[in-house]
Nanobody, 125 residues
Framework: QVQLVESGGGLVQAGGSLRLSCEAS????????MGWFRQAPGKEREFVGA????????HYADSVKGRFTISRDNTKNTVYLRMNSLKPEDTAVYYC??????????????????WGQGTQVTVSS
């Protein structure tokens, strides 16, 4: 089992920045691909981005590419989501997730068995 706890959400104006953190406990953190997802009211949970076990490879949804950056610190069992140039349409509950699948297939929520509780991000216009 892997336990995940997100933090860092909040209210920010459009154009602003936030950094979300997700701390893991349980099994060896560096064995897992880590993903970020988000879910807006009335919408499906969607992929935001993912980072490989060692942190050398990342992949992002087109909607956030160039604005969001995922990083990880395996010594701290923590993955981060840096969000810049935020837009009102980025408003959602953001979730981190962990998966043991190959990175190449880690863009779907169905690949992730472990999830955090989510943190709310609200971007005002």
């Amino acid at each position: 089992q892997v336990q995940l706890v997100e933090s860092g959400g909040g209210l920010v104006q459009a154009g602003g920045s936030l950094r979300l953190s997700c701390e893991a406990s349980g099994r060896t953190f560096s064995n897992y691909v880590m993903g970020w997802f988000r879910q807006a009211p009335g919408k499906e949970r969607e992929f935001v981005g993912a980072i490989s076990w060692g942190g050398s490879t990342t992949h992002y949804a087109d909607s956030v590419k160039g604005r969001f950056t995922i990083s990880r610190d395996n010594t701290k069992n923590t993955v981060y989501l840096r969000m810049n140039s935020l837009k009102p349409e980025d408003t959602a509950v953001y979730y981190c997730a962990a998966s043991g699948v190959p990175f190449s297939v880690a863009t779907t929520k169905f690949a992730y068995p472990y999830w955090g509780q989510g943190t709310q991000v609200t971007v005002s216009s």
